[in-house]
């Protein structure tokens, strides 16, 4: 079975990946999605006034929040999932996580803010794109007229 990473934020760029996904556009069968979302890090200051179990516990109950809405497009079309929450820098943590489960290909929307606002903000996908050892394919939403 191949493994596929589905990488979302919880908005409708990650849901057009997985309906793209869902819909069986890219892969016709034997595949299994690996649903991730990264939330950073929380700083030292936090950590020392936290117990590590209720942090762990406030990664994973927001990840499943933002993993929510493309679980049910995938649960709704049958294709077979996992979700994993990650956390640390999103960029690196999804490659190495694809990396570690030798994923046939990386799935991500495309916000598509244009090069300028990029430059400034920077990229999750476009850093994904630089370091990944497989295929990353970018999903836009469809417009409307389509």
Not at 14 to 43: N, W
Not at 99 to 111: L, V
Request: hydrophobic share 45%; with cysteine; charged share 25%.
């Amino acid at each position: 079975m191949q493994n596929i990473v589905l990488a979302t934020d919880g908005s409708t760029y990650s849901d057009a990946a997985a309906q793209c996904l869902a819909d069986r556009r890219l892969f016709k069968d034997g595949f299994s999605v690996h649903v991730v979302h990264c939330l950073p890090d929380l700083s030292g200051e936090v950590k020392s006034f936290i117990s590590k179990k209720d942090i762990d516990a406030w990664h994973t109950e927001e990840s499943a929040k933002v993993m929510q809405s493309v679980a049910t497009i995938l649960r709704g079309a049958g294709v077979p999932f996992e979700e994993h929450s990650l956390v640390g820098f999103a960029p690196e943590r999804i490659v190495d996580y694809a990396r570690s489960i030798k994923a046939e290909a990386i799935i991500m929307g495309a916000h598509g803010r244009g090069a300028f606002l990029e430059a400034i903000v920077g990229s999750v996908a476009g850093r994904v794109i630089a370091h990944a050892e497989c295929p990353v394919v970018l999903v836009k939403v469809p417009s409307k007229t389509e």
